[in-house]
């Protein structure tokens, strides 16, 4: 049984930082991409960033550039997202994903709440 559990959000002022964690179980984590997406209320689920499957490669959305890290640790089958310099358009609920396009194969976590707000 694949599980995706994500953790770390919260409620932060503008212009702090939160770091989320994605911990992955039950799946070959090396052989996933890993990708962070969100959802604000009434809007639909956009990607964040992404990073390849050997963490070599990464991209991130316009919004995020500059502010955002993902990054992954193998190991520990746990992808990351540093958020820093937040901004009240950040809220929302963040979701973790992996997907392996030759597998067709693709997972989601249960998401977690950040909000920013002063």
């Known amino acids: 049984q694949v599980q995706l559990v994500e953790s770390g959000g919260g409620l932060v002022q503008p212009g702090g930082s939160l770091r989320l964690s994605c911990a992955a179980s039950g799946l070959t984590f090396s052989m996933y991409a890993m990708s962070w997406y969100r959802q604000a209320p009434g809007n639909e689920r956009e990607l964040v960033a992404t990073?390849?499957?050997?963490?070599?490669?990464?991209n991130y959305a316009d919004s995020v550039k500059g502010r955002f890290t993902i990054s992954r640790d193998n190991g520990k089958r746990t992808v990351y997202l540093q958020m820093n310099s937040l901004k009240p358009e950040d809220t929302a609920v963040y979701y973790c994903?992996?997907?392996?396009?030759?597998?067709?194969?693709?997972?989601w976590g249960q998401g977690t709440q950040v909000t920013v707000s002063s």
């Open positions: 994903n992996a997907q392996n396009g030759l597998l067709a194969r693709e997972y």
């Open positions: 990073i390849t499957s050997a963490g070599i490669s990464t």
